[in-house]
């Protein structure tokens, strides 16, 4: 859909306008988004009745999850930090690269990069409080829409990258994690206001180990800090695969982010939402090994 003033793309649709018409956008992107979610419940009011629709997922982000997707000049996005007394600072980074660029290679991201001055400093804060106080706006609404429904929202892995100190992919995606800073921690806040239930998109389950080391990832300390940020704030935690898993070893990793052997408050996920393969893998997949990970997701012994 295109709509008059918007910038169309596969993952999501991102109104255009200039800032001096950001409350007018930003009031009708709500009342939309609230009329929506309040006519799906009106219209599938018996199967909530029912309980046959018992939560209900709120997409807040590309792909469905609370995250950024890349903003283009093309969309006539600025960075509005005239409206803060910061004439000087009004602009995005310019030396944070292109999309494929390493930190290194960057002077924004690099060891000791802009991502640290002051003005880095500054503006990351901005980026990633737009985005929380977006979540918290349609939280608001969705809270109001379906009334004593659970509420479910999807949080991505954004592991590459993780060994260094900008943590540059989770700052692009609007998490202020660099090695100095908890990134999580202000997002979970919100997400437990709303009384909300967050799905962890688990990725890296097939991902080599000399793929993590080229890209300097570290899926299972990004696991670890997500999962133990959410669970200390009191939050109920489920997961999902975000690439096809279909071996003994991707189902361990499953089993080991799902149910932690080393918690000691023994903390395990809600539930998992296991994303099937496409039907050519299926063909190969070893039904024994699934079997076994579903009763071991049950409580038996691999």
């Not at 419940?41 to 997707?69: C, H, M, N, Q, V």
């Not at 918690?263 to 393969?277: E, G």
Request: net charge negative; charged share 20%.
């Amino acid at each position: 859909m295109r709509v008059r003033g918007s910038f169309l793309n596969a993952l999501y649709i991102f109104l255009s306008a200039g800032f001096s018409q950001l409350l007018y956008w930003f009031g009708v992107f709500f009342l939309v988004c609230f009329d929506f979610m309040r006519s799906f419940r009106t219209e599938f009011d018996y199967l909530f009745a029912e309980g046959l629709i018992s939560a209900i997922e709120i997409g807040l982000g590309a792909s469905g999850e609370l995250k950024y997707p890349s903003f283009s000049e093309r969309a006539e996005w600025r960075y509005p930090a005239k409206l803060r007394g910061h004439s000087f600072w009004a602009r995005g980074p310019d030396n944070a690269g292109l999309y494929n660029s390493a930190p290194h290679e960057t002077g924004f991201f690099c060891d000791r990069g802009d991502y640290d001055s002051y003005y880095g400093r500054f503006f990351l804060h901005w980026y990633a409080q737009t985005l929380i106080e977006h979540a918290d706006n349609v939280l608001s609404l969705a809270n109001l829409a379906f009334e004593e429904t659970r509420i479910i929202v999807k949080i991505p892995a954004v592991y590459w990258w993780y060994k260094t100190t900008s943590h540059a992919a989770e700052l692009t995606a609007g998490y202020y994690n660099p090695t100095n800073q908890d990134g999580y921690s202000s997002v979970f806040e919100v997400l437990k206001k709303h009384s909300v239930m967050l799905k962890f998109v688990c990725s890296g389950l097939q991902i080599s180990a000399q793929e993590n080391d080229e890209a300097l990832a570290d899926p299972e300390g990004l696991n670890w800090q997500v999962l133990n940020s959410a669970w200390d704030r009191g939050l109920t935690v489920a997961g999902q695969n975000a690439l096809p898993c279909y071996d003994r070893e991707g189902y361990i990793r499953i089993l080991e982010t799902a149910k932690p052997r080393n918690d000691p408050d023994r903390r395990h996920l809600s539930f998992f939402a296991y994303q099937q393969p496409s039907a050519p893998i299926q063909r190969d997949m070893c039904l024994s090994e699934l079997d076994s990970f579903i009763k071991c997701m049950h409580g038996k012994h691999f």
